[in-house]
């Protein structure tokens, strides 16, 4: 089909959601290769992002532009082409989240530098997302969400616990502080590990650089924040068991995730191959058919809009340290890593831990991935969970915290 044809086509989908090609609101895309069309027919959202990627389009305002795309349900008229069937199946079918691949995600994604995500995340070093309600910005939108953790849990002096996915070690810094607890933390992320070992220095704080599933010892509460979404749906159950016979018999178990609407059995095919590989979204029935035999569920919390402003902040303060390393190449955040360095960074084609630079397509790249996800949560099409779970069940009934 001619590409005059396919742009017909493609303005006739985008109508409902007032999306023009080549038009002048910020939402309008603007195309400046007439093969977009069909990269994107044949290859849906893997060959929408790589287009992106290689600036075949442009939009002033991607995340404005998704929101209205996903409000509208734009995809869902859209017939899903057959490499993207293939994946699905293959998602199906095969345990990617196996423990042979479980420290993947963290060589390609958190292992990128922590230059870098100092220079996104602020001070808190919280890659997820903030609690909002009474926050003005990122920072304290992420203290705030630390603590409402803390107060759900219960967290009393002197008692131990587990952060399984911990990250930079943000959360394990503040509860130890200033709650007196002692923490474990676990990550597939060396650069995480050193990062967080430094942090925490003083404080009765333990980080391994270990998959979940080789955990055994008793903890009086377990968090996990950000880290449900890399386990996947074939492994679900064990990822409970294993919590299970982690927490003693009066403790608390607090489950941070994004979430689906609906159950699935993959990833999108881009974020999957270019942000988190061998991830999956997991969906309330999921965990909740998970948890069955093995926890009550106390309390769900969802705050998913929450994650759309801290996206933008998120934003924000990568295109204001991307914009400083161009002018200042002396400053300590360049958004070149020190472990990273060299070659023009493309797509991820070098192997994990190789000298790479951050280049113009690891910023569209990057760019992105922020904004599509911030327009993801603005329409409400994924959501953000706390949810909190007992072994047996709470005496006299839980009582939520908000």
């Known amino acids: 089909m001619k590409s005059e044809n396919l742009k017909i086509q493609a303005q006739t989908l985008l109508a409902p959601a007032d999306i023009k090609i080549n038009g002048s609101n910020p939402w309008d895309i603007q195309v400046h290769n007439p093969n977009f069309y069909q990269r994107v027919f044949t290859k849906g959202s893997l060959g929408l992002g790589e287009s992106y990627m290689e600036g075949w389009w442009d939009c002033q305002a991607l995340d404005q532009f998704f929101d209205r795309l996903l409000l509208a349900d734009v995809t869902s008229k859209v017939k899903i082409p057959l490499p993207v069937m293939l994946g699905l199946a293959k998602e199906r079918l095969f345990n990617l989240q196996a423990i042979s691949r479980a420290f993947e995600v963290g060589k390609k994604h958190y292992d990128l530098g922590n230059d870098f995500f100092e220079a996104m995340l602020g001070k808190s070093m919280a890659y997820s997302c903030g609690y909002w309600k009474e926050a003005q910005d990122l920072d304290s939108a992420q203290f705030a969400k630390f603590d409402l953790i803390c107060k759900k849990l219960n967290l009393q002096k002197g008692q131990k616990i587990l952060d399984i996915g911990s990250g930079w070690g943000s959360f394990a810094k503040y ?115 998970s948890c069955e035999k093995n926890f009550v569920i106390e309390d769900v919390h969802n705050f998913g809009a929450n994650y759309d402003k801290t996206l933008m902040a998120w934003h924000q303060n990568f295109q204001t340290h991307w914009s400083r390393s161009q002018s200042d190449t002396g400053s300590r955040i360049n958004l070149i890593s020190s472990n990273l360095s060299g070659a023009e960074f493309s797509g991820y084609k070098s192997a994990p831990g190789s000298a790479q630079k951050y280049g113009p397509t690891f910023y569209r790249m990057w760019e992105y991935y922020l904004l599509s996800c911030a327009g993801l949560f603005r329409s409400r099409d994924i959501q953000l969970w706390q949810i909190v779970l007992s072994a047996n069940g709470v005496r006299g009934g839980y009582k939520s915290m908000r």
């Not at 474990?184 to 992320?189: F, I």
């Not at 010892?217 to 409970?240: C, L, R």
């Not at 009066?250 to 990833?267: A, E, M, N, R, V």
Request: proline share 4%.
């Open 175 to 289: 509860a130890a502080e200033n709650y007196g607890v002692s923490v474990v933390g676990v990550t597939v992320s060396k650069e995480q590990l050193m990062f967080a070992q430094e942090a925490c220095k003083g404080l009765p704080v333990e980080f391994r650089l270990q998959d979940y599933r080789a955990l055994g010892e008793p903890f009086d509460h377990i968090v996990s924040v950000g880290m449900f979404e890399h386990v996947g749906v074939k492994n679900y159950t064990t990822y409970m068991q294993v919590v299970r016979r982690c927490l003693k018999k009066d403790g608390l178990f607090l489950l941070h995730t994004i979430g689906s609407k609906q159950s699935s059995y993959g990833t999108d095919p881009w974020l999957g191959k270019y942000i988190f590989p061998n991830s999956m979204l997991p969906s309330l029935a999921q965990i909740a058919k």
